[in-house]
């Protein structure tokens, strides 16, 4: 007598060989009743690769970031490098955890797993390639606790130690949302929110697109040309932008770009202040009478070059110019 459980219909369509249209349409919206902000979390108990559980009954006395991904997924390519700088900041005060899930552009080197043997050794290749610092847990073969949460690619989830979702990205490499939410949660804030930026966040992950193409294996590239075109043409003019950080040969608009870090301060040559603080002036010389523009140099409005002439009684900028003039005589020069 076969005493197995019988095969989850679910679990089968969860996994897939080929990437289809079908699916990228599934990944570009969360249905009305996904788990979202002020909902439980299904309960789960999944390994860890570093022998231990992550389970939802015993999350932990922090804040939970959890995450899903894959090694062929490029938006996870994009978003590793921003949880990486979030987990330096935030790591102490709250726990992270990238979940693996089934590979979202499977192929002949990457393909999908089908024992928990290859579901283990694609979180290991998922850890390795990307360096990951902190919990990587394993999804089963049939997707279950992906499922539950509603399978998008890239998705994270803020949970309280009670389990309760209290934030949502539906991707990861939304930085600048998942920073905020973190920031509240982690200066004893209530969060409850959720970000809905969907479409500037994938394209930012364009240029990721060749190199998780050529990882996959044969097969892969074929997929994305027919089940996203749009797509395709994209990541094949990336390749002209090489020279570009891989983040920015996307078309997103430079404020949907993943973050960087700040430039290093510079100080001013005369009172050594940090040059931030001249506010607007965008390109801060360095002046000899001080912020003003009083002494013999100074920048004009744009801080392209400094304005010509002296400075002196019956003396005024022309505004937008950079030139100089004397009052009541329109534009004739002297």
């Given at each position: 007598?076969?005493?197995?459980?019988?095969?989850?219909?679910?679990?089968?369509?969860?996994?897939?060989?080929?990437?289809?249209?079908?699916?990228?349409?599934?990944?570009m919206t969360f249905g009305r009743n996904a788990l979202g902000p002020g909902s439980?979390?299904?309960?789960?108990?999944?390994?860890?690769?570093?022998?231990?559980?992550?389970?939802?009954?015993?999350?932990?006395?922090?804040?939970?970031?959890?995450?899903?991904?894959?090694?062929?997924?490029?938006?996870?390519?994009?978003?590793?490098?921003?949880?990486?700088?979030?987990?330096?900041?935030?790591?102490?005060?709250?726990?992270?955890?990238?979940?693996?899930?089934?590979?979202?552009?499977?192929?002949?080197?990457?393909?999908?797993?089908?024992?928990?043997?290859?579901?283990?050794?694609?979180?290991?290749?998922?850890?390795?390639?990307?360096?990951?610092?902190?919990?990587?847990?394993?999804?089963?073969?049939?997707?279950?606790?992906?499922?539950?949460?509603?399978?998008?690619?890239?998705?994270?989830?803020?949970?309280?130690?009670?389990?309760?979702?209290?934030?949502?990205?539906?991707?990861?490499?939304?930085?600048?949302?998942?920073?905020?939410?973190?920031?509240?949660?982690?200066?004893?804030?209530?969060?409850?929110?959720?970000?809905?930026?969907?479409?500037?966040?994938?394209?930012?992950?364009?240029?990721?697109?060749?190199?998780?193409?050529?990882?996959?294996?044969?097969?892969?590239?074929?997929?994305?040309?027919?089940?996203?075109?749009?797509?395709?043409?994209?990541g094949a003019v990336s390749r002209l932008l090489a020279r570009l950080p891989a983040?920015?040969?996307?078309?997103?608009?430079?404020?949907?770009?993943?973050?960087?870090?700040?430039?290093?301060?510079?100080?001013?040559?005369?009172?050594?202040?940090?040059?931030?603080?001249?506010?607007?002036?965008?390109?801060?010389?360095?002046?000899?009478?001080?912020?003003?523009?009083?002494?013999?140099?100074?920048?004009?409005?744009?801080?392209?070059?400094?304005?010509?002439?002296?400075?002196?009684?019956?003396?005024?900028?022309n505004a937008g110019r950079g030139r100089w003039r004397r009052p009541g005589r329109?534009?004739?020069?002297?």
């Amino acid at each position: 007598m076969d005493l197995r459980p019988p095969a989850d219909p679910a679990g089968s369509d969860h996994r897939f060989d080929r990437f289809r249209t079908r699916l990228l349409i599934d990944d570009m919206t969360f249905g009305r009743n996904a788990l979202g902000p002020g909902s439980p979390v299904p309960g789960f108990d999944l390994p860890t690769l570093d022998g231990n559980r992550f389970t939802s009954g015993a999350l932990g006395p922090r804040p939970v970031l959890m995450v899903f991904g894959s090694r062929t997924c490029p938006v996870t390519e994009s978003a590793v490098p921003a949880l990486k700088r979030l987990h330096v900041r935030y790591g102490e005060r709250v726990r992270f955890v990238l979940v693996n899930t089934r590979e979202a552009h499977p192929g002949q080197t990457i393909g999908r797993p089908t024992t928990d043997a290859d579901k283990h050794r694609h979180a290991r290749q998922l850890r390795h390639h990307h360096g990951v610092p902190f919990e990587v847990a394993v999804d089963d073969i049939d997707g279950t606790p992906h499922r539950a949460f509603t399978p998008k690619p890239n998705p994270a989830h803020l949970i309280d130690p009670g389990g309760i979702i209290r934030f949502r990205a539906h991707w990861v490499n939304d930085e600048a949302a998942l920073r905020a939410a973190l920031d509240r949660t982690t200066s004893g804030e209530t969060v409850h929110g959720r970000s809905r930026a969907m479409v500037g966040p994938l394209l930012r992950a364009v240029g990721r697109l060749p190199a998780v193409v050529a990882a996959a294996g044969s097969g892969t590239g074929h997929d994305v040309w027919r089940a996203a075109p749009p797509l395709a043409v994209l990541g094949a003019v990336s390749r002209l932008l090489a020279r570009l950080p891989a983040d920015r040969r996307g078309p997103a608009p430079p404020w949907q770009r993943s973050c960087r870090p700040a430039p290093p301060s510079r100080a001013c040559s005369s009172c050594r202040a940090d040059t931030a603080a001249h506010a607007p002036v965008r390109r801060h010389r360095g002046v000899r009478g001080g912020h003003d523009g009083g002494g013999d140099r100074g920048s004009d409005a744009g801080g392209s070059r400094p304005p010509r002439g002296r400075t002196g009684p019956g003396r005024r900028p022309n505004a937008g110019r950079g030139r100089w003039r004397r009052p009541g005589r329109g534009s004739r020069r002297r």
